[in-house]
């Protein structure tokens, strides 16, 4: 089991949302079998998201999958996200 824990700082958690779970049949497809995400107590549009994947090469063929960058732009992600990956 491999874990990636990614902070965002969102325009908007709706919209984030909304393509976030549209993005699940693909991390779905390198191997996520869970998802978890909390939302800052004092920012909502700050969020911690914790993803579960089988192994740690699935979880890197999902960080360089090209459909990633276009849904963190379209999800109005404000800046660069925050990674830890544990494994």
Do not use: Q
Not at 14 to 19: F, I, N, P, R, Y
Not at 57 to 76: I, N, V
């Amino acid at each position: 089991m491999f874990k990636i824990f990614v902070r965002h700082t969102l325009e908007d958690y709706a919209v984030w949302k909304e393509l976030f779970d549209g993005h699940d049949e693909v991390r779905k497809s390198h191997g996520c079998t869970g998802v978890s995400v909390f939302r800052n107590a004092e920012n909502s549009n700050e969020v911690l998201v914790e993803t579960v994947w089988e192994n740690k090469e699935g979880a890197m063929e999902f960080m360089h999958d090209p459909s990633l960058k276009e849904t963190m732009e379209k999800a109005r992600v404000i800046g660069a996200p925050e990674f830890s990956f544990v494994g």
